[in-house]
């Protein structure tokens, strides 16, 4: 798969809070039939379950997970608990 250079972020906040997100995702590869736009998900992980990730597949090229640093200082910054739901 050889990608000329075009990617498509979505990042937030927190995509996964928009209820249409696998239906824009669809959209997207549906109008992107040669796949020459690499799709991207920067998430916080938290709300990527089993059904979240059965979802994405196929319908992105990479998720990122955003950490800022060891559960500490990332709880501090993203609140408490995130870093263990980002890992989990």
Known sequence: ???????????????????????????LKDRDRDHRIRRCLNTNGILVDAAMAQGLA????????????????????????CFAGATE
Do not use: K, Q, Y
């Not at 990608?3 to 824009?24: N, Y």
């Not at 800022?68 to 609140?79: F, I, K, M, S, V």
């Open 1 to 27: 798969m050889g990608f000329p250079g075009a990617v498509l972020i979505l990042t937030g906040g927190e995509p996964l809070l928009r209820g249409d997100l696998l239906e824009l995702l669809a959209g």
């Open 58 to 81: 196929g319908l992105v090229d990479e998720v990122r997970v955003s950490l800022d640093g060891p559960a500490g200082e990332n709880d501090a910054l993203r609140g408490p608990g």
